[in-house]
């Protein structure tokens, strides 16, 4: 069985960062791409980055873009979500989840998710 579990979140200005992470309790971890996630207040779950298994190859929603940094630690079985200049818009509960498909923007490619940690931006 497969644990993904979030931290990091919390509450910040506009303007400001963040840095989630997700720790993962599988010994095949370095064999998987990772992806954030995001469900917005009253919104559809979003795709926000991914990065493939080797870490040497990152993708992210255009409105994340030059905002937010993905980067894994195969090592220590940690992908973590740098996210810079926040917006109120960024507000939502964010999600780490494995998939073996890369790169893929979809949901339901995506086999394993964590409980989600909450990012709420104030302006």
């Known amino acids: 069985q497969v644990q993904l579990a979030e931290s990091g979140g919390g509450v910040v200005q506009a303007g400001g960062s963040l840095r989630l992470s997700c720790a993962a309790s599988?010994?095949?971890?370095?064999?998987?791409?990772m992806g954030w996630f995001r469900r917005p207040p009253g919104k559809e779950r979003e795709f926000v980055a991914q990065?493939?298994?080797?870490?040497?190859?990152?993708y992210y929603a255009d409105s994340v873009k030059g905002r937010f940094t993905i980067s894994r630690d195969n090592a220590k079985n940690m992908v973590y979500l740098q996210m810079n200049s926040l917006e109120p818009e960024d507000t939502a509960v964010y999600y780490c989840?494995?998939?073996?498909?890369?790169?893929?923007?979809?949901?339901?490619?995506?086999?394993?998710w964590g409980q989600g940690t909450q990012v709420t931006v104030s302006s």
């Open positions: 990065i493939r298994w080797s870490g040497d190859l990152t």
């Open positions: 989840a494995r998939s073996p498909t890369s790169p893929t923007t979809q949901a339901y490619e995506y086999d394993y």
């Open positions: 599988t010994r095949t971890f370095s064999s998987y791409a």
